[in-house]
């Protein structure tokens, strides 16, 4: 391995809140320690059309507080051909960039694991995603911004749902994974969670919902994944509504969408972010190189990217459970 002097840094795939506190962390402790360092506009796509910009521990300043991601972020279909690959591996030659890291979801890691294979430019990856689903890691950054803002919708839609004895079904973000889904029906006091990992018998669901809605003349919020196997809650909605029982009862579906990817990150995901960030400049300066820094425990831990978006990280069916008592 070259010695590393310049490194490039980019967020990609979807974006989620505190990629910018992970960019300011991968910035300010590489200029600690005389490393250069290049933004990479628009993940992947940026790479492709050397679209760098030269960072600073100024260029960060005033970031940590921010959503969204200053670099941009973008998907990319040229980086899947081995033809847009060639060109970035070009364009970071020519820019004098030996190491790369990369903040971002399972696409990101996946298409980062094909890039070292071909071109050996060692990268570290952060995991950036809200939905939490990455494998190596107990929590991604911008999890708990999405829990958070989620959680603080629904209380709202609580309100209005108990006001008028209203059952509501609340959409979140998930469409592989449920862990939005579950958490904010824990946080949210959800009578029920429709998630991926679980199959959903609707005819089962249809009695339960019914049952709290009519013998116990209250409101009720049913939190549904948007990857739920009956098609989310338009569809589950639109499944109450045709039976018969279905026809006294108010039901309201509300789809809290990309919500959940914006504003300020949390305290909690800043701190993560900052420490995730410091931890991919320590591992490839250690030598690490297609590896993914994460937290297990407490712990900075490394994780092959292979692995990252190979494995499937398990939901806590505790959680599942709790939710079915507490209900």
Same mark, same amino acid.
């Given at each position: 391995?070259?010695?590393?002097?310049?490194?490039?840094?980019?967020?990609?795939?979807?974006?989620?809140?505190?990629?910018?506190?992970?960019?300011?962390?991968?910035?300010?402790?590489?200029?600690?320690?005389?490393?250069?360092?290049?933004?990479?506009?628009?993940?992947?796509?940026?790479?492709?059309?050397?679209?760098?910009?030269?960072?600073?521990?100024?260029?960060?300043?005033?970031?940590?507080?921010?959503?969204?991601?200053?670099?941009?972020?973008?998907?990319?279909?040229?980086?899947?051909?081995?033809?847009?690959?060639?060109?970035?591996?070009?364009?970071?030659?020519?820019?004098?960039?030996?190491?790369?890291?990369?903040?971002?979801?399972?696409?990101?890691?996946?298409?980062?694991?094909?890039?070292?294979? &071909?071109?050996?430019?060692?990268?570290?990856?952060?995991?950036?995603?809200?939905?939490?689903?990455?494998?190596?890691?107990? &929590?991604?950054?911008?999890?708990?911004?999405?829990? *958070?803002?989620?959680?603080?919708?629904?209380?709202?839609?609580?309100?209005?749902?108990?006001?008028?004895?209203?059952?509501?079904?609340?959409?979140?973000?998930?469409?592989?994974?449920?862990?939005?889904?579950?958490?904010?029906?824990?946080? !949210? !006091?959800?009578?029920?969670?429709?998630?991926?990992?679980?199959?959903?018998?609707?005819?089962?669901?249809?009695?339960?919902?019914?049952?709290?809605?009519?013998?116990?003349?209250?409101?009720?919020?049913?939190?549904?994944?948007?990857?739920?196997?009956?098609?989310?809650?338009?569809?589950?909605?639109?499944?109450?509504?045709?039976?018969?029982?279905? &026809? *006294?009862?108010?039901?309201?579906?509300?789809?809290?969408?990309?919500?959940?990817?914006?504003?300020?990150?949390?305290?909690?995901?800043?701190?993560?972010?900052?420490?995730?960030?410091?931890?991919?400049?320590?591992?490839?300066?250690?030598?690490?190189?297609?590896?993914?820094?994460?937290?297990?425990? *407490? &712990?900075?831990?490394?994780?092959?990217?292979?692995?990252?978006?190979?494995?499937?990280?398990?939901?806590?069916?505790?959680?599942?459970?709790?939710?079915?008592?507490?209900?």
């Amino acid at each position: 391995m070259d010695v590393i002097q310049k490194i490039g840094v980019f967020t990609s795939g979807g974006d989620a809140p505190g990629m910018n506190a992970c960019l300011r962390a991968v910035v300010r402790k590489s200029v600690s320690i005389g490393l250069d360092v290049v933004g990479i506009r628009r993940g992947y796509q940026g790479m492709i059309e050397g679209d760098f910009v030269d960072m600073d521990a100024k260029s960060v300043s005033n970031i940590v507080q921010k959503g969204g991601t200053i670099l941009k972020s973008a998907r990319s279909k040229a980086f899947r051909t081995v033809e847009g690959r060639a060109k970035a591996a070009a364009h970071l030659k020519d820019a004098g960039i030996h190491g790369l890291i990369a903040i971002g979801g399972d696409g990101t890691l996946a298409g980062a694991s094909v890039f070292y294979d &071909e071109y050996q430019i060692p990268l570290v990856g952060c995991p950036g995603t809200i939905d939490n689903d990455l494998f190596g890691t107990d &929590e991604t950054i911008g999890f708990d911004t999405a829990l *958070n803002t989620a959680i603080e919708n629904i209380d709202k839609i609580r309100d209005t749902a108990d006001a008028h004895d209203r059952l509501f079904l609340v959409e979140v973000m998930g469409r592989d994974t449920g862990f939005i889904a579950l958490h904010c029906g824990i946080g !949210g !006091g959800a009578e029920m969670v429709m998630i991926p990992e679980s199959l959903t018998d609707l005819d089962e669901a249809k009695h339960h919902i019914y049952t709290l809605m009519s013998s116990q003349h209250r409101s009720s919020i049913v939190i549904v994944a948007e990857g739920d196997d009956t098609g989310g809650a338009t569809q589950i909605a639109n499944v109450l509504k045709a039976d018969s029982a279905f &026809e *006294n009862i108010d039901l309201r579906v509300c789809i809290l969408g990309h919500t959940q990817r914006g504003g300020a990150p949390s305290a909690r995901d800043r701190v993560l972010a900052s420490r995730l960030g410091v931890a991919a400049v320590d591992a490839m300066m250690a030598g690490h190189a297609n590896v993914m820094v994460g937290i297990v425990n *407490n &712990e900075i831990v490394l994780t092959p990217s292979r692995n990252v978006w190979s494995r499937k990280k398990s939901i806590s069916y505790e959680l599942l459970g709790l939710i079915q008592i507490l209900s």
